[in-house]
């Protein structure tokens, strides 16, 4: 058997519905606050996220169902995941993201609907709705919020319109419903450190979060932070940083905590540079490598909480 490094959410899905699920895209007609008020985040391309999805204007049974039929013919899959994945979801009205969330359940075999959105896009009504939903229709809903960063001054520099203390307030306002948070973060923007991704794995640690979905840095084409590129302002350290930032990264993570992805995965042809020329499996099975040369596994530095000084001086 295969040495498991971290806790990888293909398993936790199994541990949790007994069998694979796999996540159906949607894409839906909705922006972002931060693209209201401006240009939004540097590294964001005018698409927003979500290459594999149909387009917004079509409806969200007809985007699952196309989906669905095409990975359960592939993978014979039996459940399924309705992943609201383009920019900001809960930047919508109530609602109508409410009114795409009951579309979703009409969706034979769909066990889970998850919205990614942002740290500033929390509120309390919209908790109080998600929670009457799931308590209705048995869906599990699950939230996932783009964080990027702990550095709250490389979050001002990447213009993410929200610091770290907004990050804080929505995990813990969404914690008394138990709904699963997956944290998105990029362990190597401009400007951050090891520092600041060991930094990251301690607070993400420290908080009712389920999840982390990490993203090497890809620059996709036509956003603020490709011309910065071009120009050469800005410096993207070398892969070997990026691999042990990774390694130190998992071995003070939380154990239970899982993993979605450790590099991201994007068309060729639609960024300008992403995971320095390599493909996402070969960094993977160097990563893996140096785990082993490092002795780490998920947790192995997760000993710095619960009056850490106290227990190292036997006090």
């Known amino acids: 058997m295969e040495k498991q490094y971290y806790y990888a959410y293909s398993q936790y899905l199994k541990d949790k519905y007994g069998e694979k699920v796999y996540k159906l895209p949607v894409n839906l007609p909705v922006t972002c606050p931060n693209k209201k008020d401006g240009k939004g985040c540097l590294f964001c391309a005018e698409a927003g996220t979500g290459f ?9 049974f007809e985007q699952l169902a196309a989906s669905r039929t095409k990975v359960e013919k592939r993978y014979h899959a039996h459940k399924f995941i309705a992943y609201f994945q383009n920019y900001t979801n809960t930047f919508l009205p109530l609602d109508r993201l409410l009114g795409y969330m009951e579309e979703a359940s009409k969706v034979e075999d769909i066990v889970e609907i998850s919205i990614s959105t942002r740290p500033d896009c929390i509120r309390q009504d919209y908790l109080e709705a998600f929670y009457e939903f799931s308590s209705r229709t048995g869906i599990e809903v699950s939230i996932e919020l783009g964080l990027q960063t702990v550095n709250y001054h490389t979050l001002m520099e990447m213009n993410r319109g929200h610091g770290l203390a907004e990050f804080i307030d929505a995990v813990l306002r969404i914690a008394p419903y138990h709904f699963p948070v997956c944290v998105h973060m990029i362990l190597n923007l401009p400007g951050d450190t090891m520092d600041d991704a060991e930094e990251s794995a301690r607070i993400l640690s420290t908080l009712p979060i389920s999840m982390v979905k990490l ?8 956003c603020e932070l490709y011309d910065k590129y071009i120009r050469g302002e800005i410096e993207i350290c070398p892969k070997e940083e990026y691999l042990n930032r990774l390694t130190e ?17 994007i068309p060729e042809k639609d960024s300008a540079f992403s995971n320095w020329g390599n493909s996402w499996w070969k960094l ?3 990563w893996k490598a140096l785990m082993e040369e490092k002795g780490y596994v998920q947790g192995t530095k997760y000993n710095y909480l619960n009056g850490a000084a106290l227990n190292r001086w036997e006090i």
């Open 52 to 60: 594999e999805a149909s387009d917004s204007s079509v409806s969200v």
């Open 215 to 222: 993203h090497s840095l890809y620059i996709p084409k036509q």
């Open 249 to 265: 990264f998992i071995a003070l993570l939380r154990p239970d905590i899982t993993v979605e992805r450790l590099f991201s995965r």
């Open 284 to 286: 993977t099975d160097e």
